[in-house]
């Protein structure tokens, strides 16, 4: 299996294919002139099969998997990443530091928000786990939109492990970014934290929910008591820090 041409994989996504669910998709994750996904390339495989595949191959090498997610095919590079996921879930600690090394090393080509939501927490974050977090405060500070994703997606390995505060540090560092998608992935972790630790987002939200960006406050206080969601929107709360 480690020697296997990745052929193999191509033909079984193609196999499952669907060129309706294509057009849907290409429409879906943005991939027009001027959109976050321009050029991206969708054949039309449903998630279910992409694991399902991924399984099958999981034991093909690292050097196999870093050619499939060159691909400009979506799928390829989605499966060439879940295999990523698989193998770092079994892999030893050498290992684990490999997969994390040519993750971070191919960020290019994670170029959608499934991309990093499916892989980032359960590779980088899992790998920074227990290490230093300074290479997520540089990804918050990149250029580039899906490493400013990857630095706040991450943290939600910390936060299933009850460990919050890089979350709300990395949230304070992309208020003012300019990017929806990331307004979004922000929103979406402080809610996260919100359903362990509500006081510790309350008090985030003390000091800037009168300035964060309109959709990430809109996802963060999503599962907030009704009358608490609407005070926040009309700027009523004041909490005593």
């Known amino acids: 299996m480690m020697g296997m041409p990745i052929y193999k994989i191509k033909e079984e996504l193609r196999k499952n294919s669907n060129k309706e669910k294509a057009r849907i998709l290409q429409g879906f994750f943005k991939t027009a002139p001027g959109e976050?996904?321009?050029?991206?390339?969708?054949?039309?495989?449903?998630?279910?099969?992409?694991?399902?595949?991924?399984k099958k191959y999981k034991e093909i090498s690292l050097n196999s998997i870093r050619k499939l997610l060159t691909s400009r095919i979506h799928e390829e590079r989605l499966i060439a990443l879940i295999?990523?996921?698989?193998?770092?879930?079994?892999?030893?600690?050498?290992?684990?530091?490999?997969i994390y090394e040519l993750y971070l090393k191919n960020t290019e080509y994670i170029n959608n928000w499934d991309l990093v939501d499916l892989t980032a927490p359960n590779i980088v974050g899992k790998f920074l786990a227990n290490a230093d977090k300074k290479i997520l405060y540089n990804l918050a500070k990149s250029k580039s939109l899906w490493e400013r994703r990857i630095?706040?997606?991450?943290?939600?390995?910390f936060i299933r492990?009850?460990?919050?505060?890089?979350?709300?540090?990395?949230?304070?560092?992309?208020?003012a970014d300019k990017e929806d998608l990331i307004h979004k992935a922000c929103g979406w972790m402080l809610r996260e934290v919100a359903k362990?630790?509500?006081?510790?987002?309350?008090?985030?939200?003390s000091e800037h929910h009168k300035d964060m960006p309109r959709v990430m406050l809109r996802y963060t206080i999503e599962r907030f008591?009704?009358?608490?969601?609407?005070d926040y929107l009309k700027s009523?709360?004041?909490?005593?820090l």
Do not use: M, Q, W
Request: with cysteine; aromatic share 8%; proline share 3%.
């Open 161 to 175: 492990n009850n460990s919050f505060s890089d979350t709300i540090k990395i949230a304070r560092l992309l208020l």
């Open 225 to 230: 008591p009704e009358k608490e969601r609407k």
């Open 151 to 157: 630095s706040i997606v991450s943290t939600f390995n």
């Open 83 to 98: 295999i990523l996921v698989l193998k770092f879930d079994e892999a030893d600690t050498a290992d684990r530091k490999k």
């Open 196 to 205: 362990r630790d509500k006081t510790l987002v309350d008090d985030f939200l």
């Open 236 to 240: 009523k709360i004041v909490h005593i």
């Open 36 to 54: 976050y996904g321009y050029g991206d390339v969708f054949i039309g495989v449903c998630v279910p099969h992409i694991r399902k595949i991924a």
